[in-house]
């Protein structure tokens, strides 16, 4: 919500819970899309490979980048939601949102071992 509407939404919940109303203007700018990773292997994440090529190419539609950096070990699928890392994608077309998150999804690889 964040992210397609350009709003901070914790700060609208803060005025709600401690003013009981909520003020926030917004509108509906962007198509968002999470792209969440797993690494390949198991152990410690050791690679990441694409990441530079997709800012490079897709920057300005990169909202926010989450990826456990290399060193850290992998999350355990069965105890997370955000598995090894999410890429947030947002652009005002669907179509093109949607190409973009297709390219983080096959470009951005992260490796374990």
């Known amino acids: 919500m964040n992210f397609a509407?350009?709003?901070?939404?914790?700060?609208?919940?803060?005025?709600?819970?401690?003013h009981q109303r909520f003020t926030t203007r917004f509108e509906r700018k962007y198509?968002?899309?999470?792209?969440?990773?797993?690494?390949?292997?198991?152990?410690?994440?050791?690679?990441?490979?694409?990441?530079?090529?997709?800012?490079?190419?897709?920057?300005?539609?990169?909202?926010?980048?989450?990826?456990?950096?290399?060193?850290?070990p992998r999350r355990n699928w069965r105890q997370t939601l955000r598995s090894d890392g999410v890429v947030f994608v947002r652009h005002p077309d669907l179509g093109t949102a949607c190409?973009?998150?297709?390219?983080?999804?096959i470009r951005l690889q992260m490796y374990a071992g």
């Open 5 to 18: 509407n350009d709003i901070d939404l914790f700060d609208g919940w803060a005025e709600a819970v401690v």
């Open 31 to 72: 198509n968002a899309i999470s792209v969440f990773k797993r690494a390949q292997g198991e152990g410690h994440i050791h690679r990441i490979t694409g990441l530079e090529s997709l800012l490079a190419d897709f920057g300005s539609a990169i909202a926010a980048i989450d990826l456990l950096p290399v060193g850290a």
């Open 99 to 105: 190409e973009i998150a297709d390219q983080v999804g």
